[in-house]
């Protein structure tokens, strides 16, 4: 746990003239998950109290009050009665593998999958990434990877980060990432919790590059999967982009909402 002085210098920001037109408990609010995503707060954590929060900072009881319940709505946060508010815990420990997940004959369990990356970038310029990092233009990688199913077919994978919230995805070696679980990296990278993940999916013709990478030919239809993984209401974890060949297999798309809870240390 941080020290009480470096607890006030999170919050020295907050004394500064705002110019932004926000409401106070939206400051407060972002302070601390910008807290918490830099890892002075980590999962599991306690935070100070309400009323050590309103010392801390030129703002209300009420307005403290009313900036931890945005964080506990969106997930980050978790009030345990008489014990306090905690950084949510992370639980990203599903069945692998999370989004290319198809299944099996039998209908329950799900094919084998093999990963190999093929590059990372740095990326520049305006795409559907834009959306989900708006502010990491200089800091945004993407590591292109294909998934073997089963032998049966390959699927091409854009995964899209922000250097400084996943460092480890964006500097280890290409060959330490082949067959890497993504996420058992990120749920141990991350000092916030993944609260909502959201798929959208439809059917698209590939063009030279996506054909050459899946096996298939040029103008051929498949699948369009695209996954982000937020943590809070607007801040993404990751963005990635899947494009399937046409299969009799089953996709499964996982829950919307990992499992959230405190676990005691």
């Known amino acids: 746990m941080s020290t009480a002085a470096n607890t006030t210098d999170v919050f020295a920001v907050l004394a500064r003239p705002d110019r932004s037109g926000a409401p106070k408990y939206m400051r407060l609010c972002s302070v601390l998950l910008q807290a918490i995503t830099a890892g002075h707060w980590k999962a599991g954590d306690k935070l100070p109290t309400e009323e050590e929060l309103a010392e801390m900072t030129p703002f209300s009881l009420g307005t403290v009050q009313r900036a931890l319940r945005m964080l506990v709505d969106q997930g980050v946060v978790v009030r345990l009665h008489g014990l306090g508010s ?47 990092f708006p502010d990491a233009s200089e800091h945004l990688v993407l590591i292109t990877r294909t998934i073997n199913v089963n032998g049966e077919f390959d699927v091409l994978v854009r995964f899209y980060l922000d250097s400084r919230i996943l460092p480890r995805l964006s500097k280890a070696s290409l060959r330490s990432l082949d067959g890497l679980n993504f996420k058992t990296l990120i749920a141990n990278e991350l000092s916030v919790p993944i609260t909502r993940i959201t798929h959208d999916i439809n059917v698209i013709k590939f063009d030279v590059a996506t054909a050459q990478a899946t096996g ?36 499964s ?10 676990t005691s240390r």
């Open 216 to 251: 298939t030919k040029a103008g051929e239809a498949g699948l369009f999967m695209r996954a982000a993984a937020m943590m809070g209401a607007t801040a993404c974890v990751y963005y990635q982009e899947f494009s399937i060949p046409a299969t009799s297999r089953v996709l």
């Open 86 to 132: 905690f950084v949510a815990e992370n639980d990203l420990r599903m069945e692998d593998p999370w989004h290319c997940r198809f299944f099996a004959d039998d209908g329950e369990s799900f094919l084998p999958v093999y990963s190999k990356v093929v590059s990372r970038e740095r990326v520049s310029g305006k795409g559907a990434w834009t959306r989900y």
């Open 253 to 262: 798309v996982p829950d919307q909402l990992p499992k959230m809870g405190h």
